[in-house]
């Protein structure tokens, strides 16, 4: 089946902790997205890429970071840096062209201990 | 940047039809997208407007106009399983990315 996996599907993480969520996808899509969304919030946009090896902060990039050494995968880093990062984590990719729909994962939740 | 509005909550009945409006300013626009979320959940797409007119896709349509920068999603014969959150995307130009802006959503709640 082709789709696109994120892990784990709750996460915790202790203070002045890295923790990163995977994202994998087998849908041969070129750009890949990390969303957070927080309670009576729309999506917002931490990181995104367009190709491999190449990635572009979005709108609320402080304290993550991520790396895309393969197509398939784009994992997120939550850094000790990001002070308030209890969210719904989203993943999501589209293939390159006139609609570029994005397609989600099923969401990490984070939450602080 | 841009700006996106929808109201916040709606509630409807089981059966009837429901229309929720999304209103939005961009300077670059090139599509519109709707998404239906479930609580907990991740957004699935539900249709995709670039061209004014009417879009429909079995019991859900989408409406755009792009010189009033207003869409709709009708619901029709709408059905318990329908209570979710709906969101409105827009996306427009920015430089060599075609950024997605998400707005905060609709959550419709279908009542027997």
């Known amino acids: 089946d082709g789709g696109i996996t994120q892990s784990p599907k709750y996460l915790f993480r202790k203070e002045g902790q890295n923790v990163t969520l995977s994202c994998e996808q087998n849908l041969n899509h070129d750009a890949m997205y990390w969303y957070r969304q927080d309670p009576g919030q729309g999506l917002r946009l931490i990181y995104y890429s367009q190709i491999v090896n190449d990635f572009q902060k979005g709108d609320i990039a402080e304290g993550y970071s991520v790396s895309r050494e393969k197509k398939e995968s784009f994992p997120l880093t939550v850094t000790s840096a990001q002070k308030n990062p209890t969210a719904f984590y989203l993943c999501a990719s589209s293939m390159r062209g006139a609609q570029e729909t994005q397609y989600f994962g099923p969401g990490t939740r984070l939450l602080v201990l | 940047g841009q700006n996106i509005d929808q109201p916040t909550e709606m509630t409807a009945t089981e059966g009837a039809i429901v229309q929720i409006n999304c209103t939005y300013q961009t300077s670059g626009f090139n599509g519109l997208f709707w998404y239906q979320q479930h609580a907990g959940e991740a957004p699935t797409f539900l249709s995709y407007?670039?061209?004014?007119g009417l879009e429909e896709k079995g019991r859900f349509s989408s409406f755009l106009s792009r010189s009033k920068g207003y869409s709709y999603l009708l619901l029709k014969e709408l059905q318990m399983k329908d209570s979710a959150s709906y969101l409105c995307a827009v996306r427009d130009r920015s430089g060599g990315y075609q950024k997605v802006t998400f707005g905060t959503g609709t959550k419709l709640q279908v009542i027997p």
């Open positions: 407007n670039v061209l004014d």
